[in-house]
């Protein structure tokens, strides 16, 4: 009896354990080429998940799931152009997508004609799945309210070692977040980029959850983030409070885009549509402390509406092309404030 059973629970793990960090082998359970799909994410399993196992649900399409950092996915989807492995990219900031724009094809989605005007893409190279505020935290134990109100505070040599960042060369987050201070501070872009990378006094964090840890157990003071996991972690009572940038701050859209030469390109399809439906958009504030992007449903109750927020006037085309510029300028200072 009980060695039945195991082999019941087997069968059943192999049949639902279809997400991992790498695709699945093909298995005797698995569907022919035509009902599957490889999606490369750079979300949170809390948040690829659900929407993955609900899209197999309805659709029957066996979903393969890698995830990781967003630039290590784009630069692997890059590598990748001869001998295409992944449909699509489910996550990353836009300027992202847009720097490894010749890896993509474009695509318009369903109901593209009701998705909130600012986070459209003209040429449906990528589709918008939420938007992202971001936001400055600090540690109540640690310091008082109204001491943080800006991205100028983080230049302050009081703060100098105190700061949560993480690496923009890896998240695609910490990198919209840098490009948001730079487009918000006024002055040199150049100099502002120096003092900030002076000022985390050689240290940056490998991970955005890393940020929250390292503010809520003291080890930071302040940190900068996103909206969607700050409001979480003091949901969950964390020494944690959140601030938006008196200065301005960018409500940049992560996306998805459908990989050049897909093999499974409809099916890429059917799932960005799936992400843009009135149903997995109404979840994103409801479960996952995310903006929808599609007009006619709900944000995020109890926080101030997105034409509330101070703005910077954030430059996405600069963005983009000044990427790599940035990133090596914040390499090279940021060594030398080690020294």
């Not at 649900?57 to 967003?70: E, H, Q, S």
């Not at 601030?243 to 459908?258: E, F, H, L, R």
Request: proline share 5%.
């Amino acid at each position: 009896m009980i060695k039945k059973l195991l082999c019941v629970i087997v069968v059943f793990a192999l049949l639902c354990g279809c997400a991992g960090s790498t695709p699945a082998a093909k298995s005797g359970f698995a569907p022919d080429e035509e009902h599957r799909l490889v999606v490369y994410t750079s979300h949170k399993q809390e948040v690829w998940q659900p929407i993955v196992r609900e899209f197999e649900r309805r659709t029957g399409i066996w979903v393969d799931v890698v995830y990781g950092a967003t630039s290590e996915l784009l630069e692997r989807i890059e590598r990748e152009s001869r001998d295409v492995q992944a449909d699509l990219m489910f996550g990353g900031g836009v300027e992202s997508l847009e720097t490894y724009r010749e890896c993509f094809t474009p695509y318009t989605c369903a109901g593209a004609d009701r998705l909130l005007t600012q986070f459209r893409c003209a040429d449906g190279l990528w589709t918008p799945f939420s938007a992202l505020p971001v936001v400055l935290i600090y540690n109540t134990k640690l310091m008082e309210p109204g001491l943080l109100t800006g991205w100028r505070d983080l230049l302050a040599p009081e703060l100098q070692g105190e700061i949560a960042f993480t690496d923009p060369s890896v998240s695609g987050s910490a990198f919209t977040a840098l490009m948001t201070m730079l487009c918000a501070l006024p002055g040199d872009r150049g100099e502002n980029l120096r003092a900030f990378a002076e000022n985390l006094g050689g240290v940056q964090l490998d991970g955005s959850g890393a940020v929250l840890t390292a503010v809520a157990d003291g080890s930071a003071t302040v940190g900068v983030t996103l909206e969607e996991t700050a409001l979480k972690r003091i949901a969950e009572g964390e020494n944690i409070a959140m601030v938006y940038p008196a200065d301005g701050t960018s409500c940049v859209p992560d996306a998805s885009a459908i990989v050049r030469g897909a093999p499974h390109e409809e099916n890429a399809r059917a799932f960005i549509d799936f992400t843009v439906s009135a149903e997995v958009q109404r979840l994103l504030a409801s479960q996952f402390c995310r903006r929808p992007v599609l007009e006619g449903v709900d944000s995020l109750p109890g926080s101030p509406a997105l034409d509330e927020l101070p703005a910077a006037d954030y430059d996405l085309e600069l963005a983009v092309s000044e990427r790599d510029a940035v990133l090596m300028s914040w390499a090279f200072y940021l060594v030398k404030s080690e020294a």
